[in-house]
């Protein structure tokens, strides 16, 4: 079974710190992963997604992540923090729906970004 | 391109009544899903379809229906609502297989139930 694990369910960072979000995935084939965020009230954005091309991932607003087998994660970084990047972010898997392939993302709980002044 | 519309936008109910719930896409997407997002929980799969006429059960199917009669539209059906059921409701959609990576959102729904 194929799913995802963010670590911390909220993160403080101060504005212009690196901004670290975890997430780990376990999958018995290779994954699809994915990082999405969500700003209060609207829908889910796509950030960046790993469908195993290069193991780092360029993103959206300076986001990337890093594929990292041996490890099992898929951390999102962004050097400098704004107070624009206030926001909720997902970590999702792409999964096997029965027989019809990897069709299905199974999503993390989340993870509320706050940027300090 | 509207790409993908959910309608309403909010709603409120009160316990045992029904209301649907509509999803519509523009650009011609096999598969559609619905879910629901609850705080600390992430999103989760209630129902999807991989093309007119079929759907499935996801996750967390219990006191849905939902129905694929046209390829653009996807309804989700809240037959006697329970305050359970008070949460965010998103749509999306994919071309077709193997583009799972290519997911489109609407913009959601939130549903209370009192």
């Known amino acids: 079974a194929q799913s995802v694990t963010q670590l911390g369910s909220h993160v403080s960072v101060s504005e212009g710190a690196l901004v670290l979000l975890r997430c780990n995935y376990s999958?018995?084939?290779?994954?699809?992963l994915f990082w999405y965020v969500q700003y209060p009230n609207q829908g889910l954005q796509l950030l960046l997604k790993?469908?195993?091309?290069?193991?780092l991932v360029k993103g959206i607003n300076g986001f990337e992540a890093e594929f990292k087998k041996s490890e099992t994660s898929f951390h999102l970084t962004k050097p400098s923090a704004h107070m624009s990047d206030a926001a909720e972010y997902f970590c999702?898997?792409?999964?096997?729906?029965?027989?019809?392939?990897?069709?299905?993302?199974?999503f993390g709980t989340g993870t509320r970004l706050t940027i300090i002044p | 391109n509207a790409g993908v519309t959910q309608t309403p936008k909010f709603r409120v109910l009160k316990t045992g009544q029904s209301m649907t719930l509509l999803c519509a896409q523009d650009?011609?997407?096999?598969?559609m899903y619905w879910y629901r997002q609850d705080p600390g929980m992430g999103l989760r799969l209630i129902h999807y379809?991989?093309?007119?006429?079929?759907?499935a059960k996801g996750e967390v199917p219990d006191g849905y229906n939902v129905s694929r009669l046209k390829k653009q539209n996807f309804l989700l059906g809240l037959e006697s609502a329970a305050p359970s059921q008070t949460s965010v409701y998103f749509c999306?959609?994919?071309?077709?297989?193997?583009?799972?990576?290519?997911?489109?959102f609407g913009p959601g729904t939130r549903l209370t139930v009192t």
């Open positions: 379809s991989v093309g007119e006429g079929t759907t």
């Open positions: 999702a898997v792409s999964k096997m729906i029965s027989n019809f392939g990897n069709e299905k993302l199974t």
């Open positions: 999958s018995s084939v290779p994954p699809y």
């Open positions: 790993y469908t195993s091309a290069a193991t």
């Open positions: 650009m011609n997407h096999e598969y």
């Open positions: 999306a959609s994919i071309k077709n297989r193997g583009t799972v990576h290519e997911q489109y």
